[in-house]
């Protein structure tokens, strides 16, 4: 990942790239020895975290109406949400990769059309960062006029937010190529199908990952946002009903699941992604 | 020059047409007026409204409540979020350790602890400015953290030779050396605070421009409905325009 070059245009992406390859490039020059004391010190901030919340309950300081303390999630106390959790769930994850599959595909394939013409780059690059930047919960009524009530309005308004991430990032990756390679390709007598197979997909491979991974978590986002809005729709609805009907341990519950699920998920797709930035150096 | 120029026109005409396009749809009924308004109606209406008449009930005081969420949000994300990237990027062992814990914790969709959020703290100013601060604190952040990160050895290196104490170094070194990558993440946050703040208020809120959007649409009022969406645009395009400019200005000092 070249460090510096990168982080004006399209900053977002690269920017937390740089990060995470950073992390784990210190990591293995450091040696093994003070790991332990790192990860002993993590697991203190953790349970600080913990008996922080805990005591917010213990103490009172927030009415059980409000907040379930870690001791009630270890209870078990939550557990008869969980069939309507996991049908939920399914029915969400399903919309999930809908989306995101019809995203991905549009995003990457205008991101390569369009960042092989500069001009149709210099041109719109102002407006995807916009779209990019902009509040676009505001016209989700608009996606509820059109496609009603339903799975269609999640998967509509679910395609389009994380859209302008990939397209940036795409977008960005064949711009910022190496133009002697594409030279080097030329001078080899090869054809624009062969030069794009054989050097600019591989190139972008790494900051296309990148768009992918922060564009999932997106459609993640995006799809809870109209499930939440729609409010009888998935782990949304879901949601929104333990919410209002103040199941609060059950409440508590699902969110913690839900996280440690998207926890795990972007995690190892960060290790996926600094694995492939270094592969492209 | 010339083809900056070219560039720039070719943007307006593109924006001229999709404009020119909804208006005539909606003019020869290609599009329900009644549902999708039309930019003239739009555009006059947005005089109606900020002049405080027309059907928007109390246009000001949700553009201030909203306008109250996002810049108490922002402040907070500016506030904690530069110092503490600055000192995870600098600061070895500190980092080290909160580093991976800080990008664990944001991998988590931030919408689903909005509802959260305002059952401890109702549906008043204090939830949005929470959750404006939440959703733009990890930009700001990394990006922090990678810029004092990628802060030159040699120069901390003169530093230390020069006889400089830490503060010193801070202030001297790190600080001038990350402000323009930390500028980027605080555009960015902004954005995204605003995200926040809008969110919030569209999904459960008692004030400010996205209840206000909601409640055009349940009367199916949506002249009103894009008038408002119109404004929450410029208020984002506004602010990242400036910050946008602060950044452009600073990029000056980058070295290579």
Request: charged share 10%.
């Amino acid at each position: 990942m070249s460090s510096g070059g990168g982080r004006e245009r399209g900053g977002v992406t690269t920017t937390t790239t740089t990060m995470t390859t950073t992390t784990t490039t210190t990591n293995t020059k450091e040696k093994k020895k003070p790991k332990f004391k790192i990860v002993a010190l993590q697991g203190v901030a953790i349970l600080a975290f913990l008996l922080a919340w805990q005591a917010l309950r213990s103490l009172n300081v927030v009415s059980k109406l409000f907040l379930a303390a870690p001791s009630e999630l270890l209870s078990g106390s939550w557990l008869g949400v969980l069939p309507s959790f996991t049908g939920a769930l399914w029915s969400t994850i399903l919309i999930i990769l809908v989306s995101f599959l019809a995203t991905a595909a549009i995003g990457v394939t205008l991101g390569i059309l369009l960042g092989h013409i500069d001009f149709a780059f210099q041109v719109l690059e102002p407006f995807i960062v916009w779209g990019y930047s902009v509040p676009k919960i505001i016209i989700f009524p608009l996606f509820l006029i059109t496609f009603g009530l339903g799975v269609n309005t999640v998967i509509a308004y679910a395609v389009i937010g994380p859209f302008f991430v990939i397209l940036l990032n795409v977008l960005s990756g064949v711009h910022d190529m190496d133009k002697q390679l594409l030279l080097l390709a030329d001078s080899l007598g090869m054809s624009t199908l062969e030069k794009y197979w054989k050097f600019v997909l591989p190139y972008i491979v790494p900051v296309t990952f990148s768009g992918l991974r922060q564009a999932l978590i997106q459609t993640v986002i995006e799809v809870l946002i109209a499930e939440l809005l729609i409010t009888t729709l998935g782990v949304g609805g879901l949601i929104n009903q333990l919410t209002f009907s103040f199941e609060t341990v059950q409440l508590f519950a699902v969110v913690t699941i839900l996280a440690l699920i998207m926890i795990f998920v972007n995690l190892s797709l960060l290790k996926i992604e600094s694995r492939l930035g270094s592969w492209r150096a | 020059l010339r083809r900056v120029v070219k560039i720039r026109i070719v943007q307006f005409l593109l924006v001229a047409i999709v404009f020119l396009l909804w208006q005539f749809l909606s003019n020869e009924g290609f599009l329900n007026p009644i549902i999708y308004s039309n930019p003239a109606a739009i555009a006059s209406n947005l005089v109606v409204v900020f002049s405080g008449k027309g059907t928007v009930a109390g246009f000001y005081p949700n553009l201030y409540a909203t306008l109250l969420a996002l810049s108490l949000g922002y402040a907070i994300v500016v506030v904690v979020g530069v110092p503490l990237g600055i000192a995870l990027g600098w600061i070895r062992t500190f980092g080290a350790v909160m580093e991976p814990l800080i990008i664990a914790f944001f991998s988590i969709p931030s919408i689903v602890l909005y509802p959260i959020i305002y059952l401890v703290f109702g549906l008043g100013v204090e939830s949005k400015i929470l959750f404006g601060a939440l959703v733009g604190f990890f930009i700001v952040v990394s990006n922090a953290v990678a810029a004092a990160k990628h802060v030159k050895r040699e120069y901390i290196l003169l530093g230390d030779s020069l006889g400089f104490s830490r503060l010193q170094t801070l202030r001297k070194v790190i600080l001038p050396m990350s402000a323009p990558y930390v500028m980027t993440g605080l555009r960015f946050g902004f954005s995204l605070t605003f995200i926040g703040v809008v969110a919030g208020e569209m999904i459960a809120s008692t004030s400010g421009l996205g209840r206000l959007v909601e409640n055009a649409v349940q009367l199916l009022n949506t002249t009103d409905f894009f008038t408002l969406i119109v404004i929450v645009l410029l208020i984002a395009t506004l602010g990242n325009l400036l910050l946008s400019y602060v950044e452009k200005r600073m990029s000056r000092y980058k070295l290579a």
